[in-house]
């Protein structure tokens, strides 16, 4: 399996835009939603609400509500998560060096809006534009139906 190493960059010196203390995100979190957007957790793989998902719409940040990515860049990755191959806008993801599965080095992607956790991105799907599969947890996501191509 391939791993993303500098494309797309890794992002250093992250400054959020959102800034709200532990205590202030269990307050607006069920358990396993700070489980995987604040401590960089997993959901067990073929259980998320939104693996299945296809309508078309857009997928937010669970925690901010921030646009992530459109359903036009969703694609069956058989992974067990939700995937897609591209962020909807520049900069609505940072990238941060994983290295939590040592010595296998991974890129964890997260908010750009409040850093919460989302996945991590891999660079293991030729059929994409982008050779890239973001794959991402459920429960960090928040699915908006609505316009989109599907």
């Known amino acids: 399996m391939g791993y993303v190493d500098k494309t797309p ?3 250093e010196n992250i400054e959020y ?6 205590e ?4 607006l979190l069920s358990d396993m ?3 995987v957007l604040r401590e960089a957790g997993t959901e067990r793989p073929g259980t998320g609400e939104l693996l299945y998902e296809n309508r078309a719409g857009m997928y937010h940040c669970k925690a901010c509500d921030a646009e992530l990515f459109s ?3 969703k694609f069956d990755s058989h992974c067990g998560w939700p995937s897609f191959y591209d962020p909807d806008e520049k900069g609505a993801v940072v990238y941060i060096e994983d290295r939590s599965l040592a010595p296998r080095v991974r890129t ?3 908010c750009a809006n409040c ?3 989302l996945g991590h991105v891999f660079n293991d799907s030729p059929e994409t534009p ?3 599969r973001y794959c991402m947890n459920s429960v960090a996501l928040r699915f908006e139906p609505g316009s989109g191509k599907n």
Request: hydrophobic share 20%; aromatic share 10%.
């Open 9 to 11: 960059e890794h992002t």
């Open 17 to 22: 835009k959102l800034d709200k203390s532990p």
């Open 24 to 27: 202030e995100w269990r307050n």
């Open 33 to 35: 939603e700070f489980f």
């Open 71 to 73: 359903s036009e860049t």
């Open 108 to 110: 964890e992607v997260r």
């Open 115 to 117: 850093g919460s956790h």
């Open 130 to 132: 982008t050779g890239l």
